[in-house]
């Protein structure tokens, strides 16, 4: 799945969806993935297959993957400042439009410079190798 816009303007109002749940589960997939090209492997929780409409909802264990996976990415390759990882228990609050803010603004800016690694590599302006030249 390739990298989706983050909704980093959650308000109290909002509810979470399907939609909801597999973008920021594939943009964690996504962001684990680029982290990979040029960090070392790190811990890293699976969070399945994608949610349709006909699944029942979501799972406190669910929620706590992104939770772990967030703070997994910044463990693996930059220390950045995400705010405090809560922990959800069945039968208890579920996440709230304050922590998807959060955790969505977290992969936003995991993303923005996981691109600016990439964006920064030096490259050579020409390729090395033998070149024929005609006689």
């Known amino acids: 799945m390739a990298w989706q816009q983050p909704k980093t303007d959650w308000k109290e109002s909002d509810y ?6 597999n973008r920021i589960k594939g943009n964690l997939n996504e962001l684990h993935r680029m982290a990979l090209v040029y960090w070392e492997e790190f811990p890293w929780d699976e969070m399945g297959e994608d949610k349709t409409w006909e699944d029942y ?49 977290a992969c936003l800016m995991i993303y923005e410079n996981i691109r600016n690694v990439i964006n920064g590599r030096r490259r050579l302006a020409f390729k090395l190798g033998r070149r024929e030249v005609p006689c």
């Open 16 to 21: 979470f969806n399907v939609e909801d749940y």
């Open 57 to 105: 909802g979501f799972y406190s264990d669910e929620i706590n993957c992104f939770e772990s996976n967030v703070e997994h990415i910044c463990g693996g390759t930059y220390p950045f400042p995400v705010g405090k990882r809560k922990v959800f228990y069945d039968n208890q609050p579920f996440i709230d439009w304050k922590e998807l803010n959060r955790v969505e603004s």
